[in-house]
T-cell receptor, first 117, second 113 residues
Framework: AQKITQTQPGMFVQEKEAVTLDCTYD???????LFWYKQPSSGEMIFLIY??????QNATEGRYSLNFQKARKSANLVISASQLGDSAMYFC??????????????FGSGTRLLVRP | EAQVTQNPRYLITVTGKKLTVTCSQN?????MSWYRQDPGLGLRQIYY???????DKGDVPEGYKVSRKEKRNFPLILESPSPNQTSLYFC????????????FGPGTRLTVL
């Protein structure tokens, strides 16, 4: 069963507008972390934002915010005031505990965002 | 500068010819991991290591080996590469805390003919 689901393979947004990238997850572990990464065309993976399962408030980092709805198991990324440089692939990832005090990071299939001028 | 380095960045090889992709980090991270990225599948974890001499399988370990003899290095070994291992490979590292961010290397694009 897929643990991280990103249902939007591709999206367009007009420059300066806000956009929401969807991410749903599946875990029975009460302790987990949710991450968003950006991958521009150059290929590197850039960390954007983190949300812990016990965090009471939604995470924010500059123009990025994470709309965390625990009961619905969703962790959508909101980018405000889109810029041309936001055009990239975006990955949602979940870190979950596994036995022996170790953990693994599971990625969704990604959403390609294109910002129109 | 804090970073994760990978070498080589690009590699074209032939089926069956053993190869090693090196990964090194200078942040004293306990946790290191290898991923492969394929179109439509996102990143899938190959192997990970919680600390020196501690390694474990990820979701797609078949055809790969790793070792962790030193904290800073985590090489990925393909003993007998096959065309289905053509992919973009990322090494990543972090501290061993569930909240800690994983830092990624620049990626290695491997083509197996």
């Amino acid at each position: 069963a897929q643990k991280i689901t990103q249902t939007q393979p591709g999206m367009f947004v007009q420059e300066k507008e806000a956009v929401t990238l969807d991410c749903t997850y599946d875990t029975s572990d009460p302790s987990y972390g949710l991450f968003w990464y950006k991958q521009p065309s150059s290929g590197e993976m850039i960390f954007l934002i983190y949300q812990g399962s016990y965090d009471q408030q939604n995470a924010t980092e500059g123009r990025y915010s994470l709309n965390f709805q625990k009961a619905r198991k969703s962790a959508n990324l909101v980018i405000s005031a889109s810029q041309l440089g936001d055009s990239a692939m975006y990955f949602c990832a979940m870190r979950e505990d596994i036995m022996d005090s170790s953990y693994k990071l599971i990625f969704g299939s990604g959403t390609r965002l294109l910002v129109r001028p | 500068e804090a970073q994760v380095t990978q070498n080589p960045r690009y590699l074209i090889t032939v089926t069956g010819k053993k190869l090693t992709v090196t990964c090194s980090q200078n942040m004293n991270h306990e946790y290191m991991s290898w991923y492969r990225q394929d179109p439509g599948l996102g990143l899938r974890q190959i192997y990970y290591s919680m600390n020196v001499e501690v390694t474990d399988k990820g979701d797609v370990p078949e055809g790969y080996k790793v070792s962790r003899k030193e904290k800073r290095n985590f090489p990925l070994i393909l003993e007998s590469p096959s065309p289905n291992q053509t992919s973009l490979y990322f090494c990543a590292s972090s501290f061993a805390d569930i909240t800690d961010t994983q830092y990624f290397g620049p990626g290695t694009r491997l083509t197996v003919l």
